[in-house]
């Protein structure tokens, strides 16, 4: 199949492909509730979720919701998650969000996106998880490993170079429906399959009608 084939054909060929591989997927992260996986996901940032979920087992033990939480002090946090990346800000992030969500919203987590988007730590990649999973809504997270799949398949053009630019082109010609698994796929893809610095393109059914764009598919 040749590498330039018009957009729509590589949507279509891309998305099949994954509809047949990975016909149930979601985040690999762990929790028992929504509040759960807001600090999970904002734990992951710059992070495996690997080692998010090493640490959150301990830390969800000793603060299961936002009520226990929000009476913690960052370095109380800080002992728990030492081991993840920026520790110390992200302590502070949910010692603080916690708080927030007391006090606004009786310890639930908003589903309004601009709601999220309040929330210390909370960025547009946290809150579209957030939307998509917690909330079953039609949204597409743009994280490293989505942003690296999205050019490196051909689904966006270099242009598209900020997550937001990725993640409108996605949007505009991923099916509705298909949207909150689209970030599963392309998320799990990157991280076992095309990897960022060797790619395991010998094992890759998309081989065949991958245009190999690895130049400027790294944040």
């Not at 992260?29 to 992951?44: G, I, K, P, R, T």
């Not at 087992?57 to 990346?85: C, K």
């Not at 809504?137 to 051909?154: N, P, W």
Request: net charge neutral; charged share 25%; aromatic share 6%.
């Amino acid at each position: 199949m040749h590498p330039e084939m018009k957009i729509e054909e590589r949507y279509r060929l891309v998305l099949d492909h994954f509809r047949t591989e990975m016909p149930e997927v979601t985040t690999e992260l762990e929790f028992a509730n929504v509040f759960q996986l807001l600090v999970a996901v904002v734990l992951s940032a710059q992070c495996t979720d690997k080692r998010v979920n090493q640490v959150t087992p301990e830390l969800f033990r000793r603060y299961p919701d936002a009520h226990t939480m929000a009476q913690a002090e960052p370095d109380d946090i800080l002992e728990y998650i030492s081991s993840v990346s920026y520790p110390n800000s992200k302590s502070r992030h949910l010692a603080e969000l916690s708080r927030i969500l007391v006090q606004k919203y009786n310890g639930e987590v908003p589903g309004d996106f601009d709601a999220l988007l309040e929330l210390p730590g909370v960025g547009r990649k946290t809150a579209n998880v957030m939307q998509a999973v917690a909330f079953g809504k039609k949204a597409m997270a743009v994280d490293t490993h989505v942003y690296r799949v999205s050019h490196r398949l051909g689904l966006v053009p270099r242009t598209a170079s900020t997550p937001l630019k990725v993640e409108q082109h996605l949007l505009k010609h991923i099916p509705t429906d298909d949207v909150p698994r689209a970030h599963h796929w392309l998320l799990l893809h990157g991280r076992y399959v095309c990897t960022s610095r060797a790619p395991h393109c010998d094992r890759c059914s998309l081989e065949d009608i991958c245009p190999k764009r690895l130049e400027g598919s790294r944040l």
